[in-house]
């Protein structure tokens, strides 16, 4: 077996990186085999005892993506944003990274903004207002089985409900930052359906991998829990539409001409999504930065003006520190069209902030 076989993939369709990893899988063409549930578990329905073999990701994440290494063993692979840029370098057609390196950075600010922050929007909707609790709660356990007895179902729907409910401030969802949340969710949904309305997507006639982030977090905002997509069928039909276009791009035709021009001026758009994430992301990634270099587990900041607060998290250094490491991987030409766009953006501070010193 080589890496044109199919490759298998274990989610669940609640998760919205797994939603994220399966519509790539699907524009990019890719064969795969979507596996619901952890391979390990041979008892459950369609899962063969043979999957028991596949190995173990060192942290446990959804999804799990099962790859050969150079010496051709199968790794399970974690996080859909380095995925992604494997899956570039090994099959080389319908590429969702741009191909000018501008752009890509670019790509790479926005599909980060999904998966740090929008994720945040999701979570905090899933679990705040009772009647998303209530849906999420009694059917998201049976995305991973839908065979439970009822009284497993019941146990279960209260078990997984409570956890998540706990979880809230660890992603940074309290009374203080609740607001915030919620106003840059109805932002973000009319600064994307604007961009929707001459733009088939973020970087013009073919979809990017930022477009995947937002989709994936989408999924749950606008097709699963009441309150959020109730606000984005009244604001955003669109980004609704948009969600379920995202899903299975297989059959939409690209070509290189199709994404943004080098010479063109970047929609205005664009450049307001862009600025959106001046306006949220980038600030409590910053603090989040300065407060994981400096082992506080804690950190404050101003998000759009108003209080945050919430506990420090030391994957989002990386976070920070991957985006910064695109923009120095950039040429000078490129870094100088790329400090122009952040300078008018409010996101230059983004890559001149080292927190812990310089990468
Ligand atoms: N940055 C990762 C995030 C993946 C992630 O956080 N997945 C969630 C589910 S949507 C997860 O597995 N959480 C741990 C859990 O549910 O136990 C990625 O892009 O894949």
């Not at 010496?71 to 899956?87: K, W």
């Not at 839908?146 to 019941?154: C, N, R, T």
């Not at 948009?242 to 299975?248: A, Q, R, S, T």
């Amino acid at each position: 077996m080589d890496q044109t076989d199919a490759i298998k993939l274990q989610g669940i369709h609640g998760s919205p990186y797994t939603r994220k990893m399966l519509a790539v899988l699907r524009f990019r063409r890719l064969p795969y085999r979507f596996i619901v549930n952890w391979p390990q578990n041979s008892d459950a329905p369609g899962n063969p005892g043979d999957r028991s073999d596949l190995p173990k990701p060192k942290v446990p994440l959804l999804p799990t993506v099962y790859l050969r290494n150079d010496a051709g063993e199968l790794e399970a692979v974690t996080d859909t944003t380095q995925i992604i840029r494997r899956l570039e370098s090994e099959f080389p057609t319908r590429y969702v990274v741009p191909n000018n390196p501008v752009l890509a950075f670019l790509n790479y600010i926005l599909e980060d903004y999904a998966d740090e922050w929008l994720t945040r929007c999701m979570f905090h909707y899933r679990w705040h207002f009772e009647p998303d609790i209530e849906k999420a709660g009694r059917i998201l356990p049976l995305y991973v089985r839908v065979d439970l007895s009822p009284e497993m179902h019941a146990a279960q729907a209260a078990e997984f409900t409570k956890r998540q409910i706990d979880r809230l401030p660890v992603v940074g969802s309290n009374e203080t930052t609740a607001q915030v949340i919620e106003a840059s969710y109805l932002r973000f949904l009319q600064l994307l359906e604007s961009h929707l309305q001459s733009h088939p997507f973020l970087f013009g006639h073919r979809p990017a991998s930022s477009d995947f982030a937002m989709m994936g977090q989408l999924t749950c905002l606008t097709h699963f829990d009441p309150t959020p997509t109730r606000l984005c069928e009244s604001l955003a039909p669109r980004v609704y539409a948009w969600v379920e276009h995202l899903e299975d791009l297989s059959g939409y035709e690209v070509e290189d001409r199709d994404w943004l021009g080098e010479s063109d001026d970047l929609p205005d758009s664009l450049l307001a999504l862009m600025s959106e994430v001046a306006r949220t992301h980038m600030p409590q990634l910053m603090a989040n930065g300065r407060a994981v270099a400096e082992r506080k587990e804690v950190f404050r900041t101003e998000v759009d003006g108003k209080a945050w607060v919430q506990p420090s998290f030391p994957y989002q250094l990386k976070c920070l520190r991957w985006i910064q490491q695109e923009f120095r991987s950039l040429s000078g030409e490129d870094q100088a069209s790329a400090s122009a766009i952040l300078e008018s953006t409010g996101l230059a501070p983004l890559v001149d902030y080292t927190p812990g010193g310089p990468i």
